[in-house]
């Protein structure tokens, strides 16, 4: 168990932002655990991940696969006149740095202090994750809508999130173990294989009814300890809206310049 005695302020540099050469770490099978460690301020590097799992749901989303070597394997005037034109390109290059900033849109945007207090959950590295996890999932189920095939733009941005995902957690987990980096890796794994079961759990609740989305969510990110049926009534609500808000945006919003507007998880009550 990894234990963080005060909050990390400091920001993970984000190398994505600064153009398109990114630095992949590649690594197999690796997931969540219980890292007892302070929530760390959000930033996200990039990494790698092979042989990522494919998600199926039983939701029918109206956007068209796409292959993502298709602008690059065209040479001559077209090309050069869709890259000037800034019209939608499905290099790996740019699906590529879409993903990292689908998962920025997470960690930068998502109110953590909220989900902490209003379901009671301790600020630690392991509710970060699941956090985290749940709304990694929905990016992920989106995804999959731009083809689930092999060398499809949406199997690749798939993979592209959860590299993404896995390098920020290690890096966060070794800011938080200075003193005992050999803690970091057991840890990772054993993430990794709680974060595997996590998505079958999801996929399965999404693709029948509110009864088997609340049960997911319950054994998972509750933990099995909520007894207040309401807050977990709101959490399934809260989980249908956002994967409505992702099936509406366009391919361009979505894969090519994203645009993601995570709704709160309470509305803030205006003053009457």
């Not at 998600?55 to 070597?69: E, K, M, P, Q």
């Not at 970060?128 to 996890?133: D, S, Y």
């Not at 290690?170 to 794994?189: C, E, F, G, W, Y």
Request: proline share 3%; aromatic share 10%.
């Amino acid at each position: 168990m990894i234990r963080a005695t005060s909050r990390l302020t400091g920001s993970l540099c984000r190398e994505v932002r600064v153009g398109f050469a990114v630095n992949l770490v590649h690594s197999e099978n690796r997931t969540p655990t219980e890292l007892g460690c302070s929530y760390v301020a959000h930033r996200c590097p990039t990494t790698t991940i092979r042989n990522a799992r494919k998600i199926y749901t039983g939701r029918t989303l109206a956007t068209v696969s796409t292959n993502v070597d298709d602008v690059e394997s065209k040479d001559g005037f077209l090309k050069r006149f869709i890259k000037k034109m800034g019209w939608i390109d499905n290099s790996a290059t740019r699906l590529r740095v879409s993903s990292c900033l689908l998962y920025e849109s997470v960690v930068d945007h998502i109110n953590y202090s909220q989900f902490f207090e209003y379901f009671n959950m301790p600020d630690t590295f392991n509710t970060w994750f699941l956090i985290t996890e749940l709304h990694v999932w929905m990016l992920l189920v989106r995804s999959m809508a731009e083809g689930d095939e092999k060398g499809a733009a949406g199997r690749f941005m798939r993979n592209c999130i959860v590299e993404t995902m896995w390098n920020d957690v290690t890096t966060r987990a070794k800011q938080l173990t200075m003193d005992n980096p050999s803690a970091v890796r057991p840890q990772i794994q054993q993430l990794s294989e709680q974060f595997q079961a996590a998505l079958i759990s999801y996929d399965e609740g999404i693709s029948y009814d509110d009864k088997a989305l609340a049960a997911a969510l319950w054994r998972r990110f509750l933990g099995g300890r909520c007894d207040d049926y309401e807050k977990l009534e709101l959490l399934v609500g809260y989980v249908r809206k956002q994967v409505s808000m992702l099936d509406q945006l366009s391919r361009y919003d979505f894969a090519i310049k994203p645009a993601i507007k995570w709704a709160p998880l309470v509305e803030s009550r205006q003053p009457t």
